[in-house]
């Protein structure tokens, strides 16, 4: 079975209404299609549901029955969290090796670095500062036919 390791900003997307949500909901269902396992660190759920709550306190985008709403659908997304054996200094390599103020970021590439396969996400960002890492996919990338 192929694994990719998603991060929380292209969950967010995909429970959320933001610029490509629509693209985020259309390479999750691809996904679904043909059977892909989803990976990401422990924290991820606490990085989802943080978003979440700065889209009501700090941001104003969502009132909290539409958080509540987008909250209950990412419990539902099928994630397996994963903390493996040397991960946590990988992690630390590659924010050095990248001069990324974030480990959290870098989590999610030694993971999927660690268990060989793509890593997705919609923080064009991160993807620029790794672009010699050729495991790493941007949202932006996933075509669809829709």
């Not at 996400?121 to 949202?139: E, I, S």
Request: net charge negative; proline share 5%.
């Amino acid at each position: 079975m192929t694994e990719v390791c998603v991060d929380a900003n292209l969950v967010v997307k995909l429970v959320s209404q933001e610029p490509d949500s629509d693209l985020a909901d259309a390479l999750f269902t691809t996904w679904q299609r043909e059977g892909v396992r989803l990976i990401a660190p422990p924290f991820l759920p606490v990085e989802v549901d943080s978003v979440l709550r700065q889209k009501v306190m700090l941001r104003r985008e969502l009132t909290a029955e539409q958080a509540q709403i987008c909250f209950a659908a990412a419990c539902q997304v099928p994630i397996e969290l994963l903390a493996l054996p040397g991960q946590r200094e990988r992690a630390w390599s590659l924010a050095e090796e990248l001069r990324l103020p974030h480990v959290y970021d870098t989590t999610y590439l030694a993971l999927a670095e660690l268990r060989n396969c793509e890593f997705w996400t919609a923080d064009r960002q991160l993807v620029n500062a790794c672009q010699h890492l050729r495991f790493v996919r941007w949202l932006g990338e996933f075509e669809h036919a829709g």
